[in-house]
């Protein structure tokens, strides 16, 4: 079952493993609690890296969200998938690093729930990607300031987990810059 690409991790209240479940499945009825990553890549600017995701997802289709979200394959690093992931879906990899984690739960349409334990992870990268169409069908550069208050006044442009983590990545970055 190793590396399974439609299994999930479950996981208890404390990211412990307590088994796996078919993708799909885990999303169903309410949801299981299962490994998440988000990825957040910022350039030398300090601009995070958004996709819009494409139109063939099977949930929050066309929504922005953050640079890049899955779930780790059974048996598989979290910061391993991250690097996976992001080659994958947006053609790159950078240097990435764990920041910090967080649960949530939230409906995605389709009758299907995220309730995830998210591993957020933050990268640095000045290029441009190059997404794989099945995966993003658009991307821009975008502040954080900027970000925050186009959520705001579009909620429905946003997928529900970028619009739930968002003042946690800015109080991270801000925490963080002015440790520096």
């Known amino acids: 079952m190793e590396n399974d690409t439609t299994r999930v991790i479950l996981v208890d209240d404390n990211d412990k493993q307590i088994g796996t479940e078919d993708k799909l499945k885990a999303h169903m009825d309410g949801g299981k ?41 059974p048996g598989e690093k979290t910061i391993d998938a991250a690097h996976r992931r992001l080659k994958e879906e947006m053609g790159f990899d950078c240097n990435m690093k764990e920041e910090f984690s967080f649960v949530y739960k939230a409906p995605v349409g389709n009758g299907l729930t995220e309730w995830e334990y998210d591993h957020v992870i933050f990268g640095n990268y000045d290029s441009a990607p190059n997404p794989d169409p099945k995966e993003a069908m658009d991307w821009k550069w975008i502040s954080l300031s900027e970000l925050k208050r186009d959520i705001s006044s579009n909620p429905e442009k946003y997928t529900p987990w970028l619009k739930i983590v968002i003042d946690k990545v800015i109080s991270y970055v801000g925490q963080n810059r002015s440790k520096s």
């Open 33 to 73: 609690l299962h490994r998440a990553i988000s990825i957040f890549v910022f350039n030398t600017k300090g601009e995070t890296m958004l996709q819009r995701r494409a139109l063939s997802k099977y949930h929050t289709p066309g929504l922005w969200s953050n640079t890049c979200c899955s779930h780790p394959f």
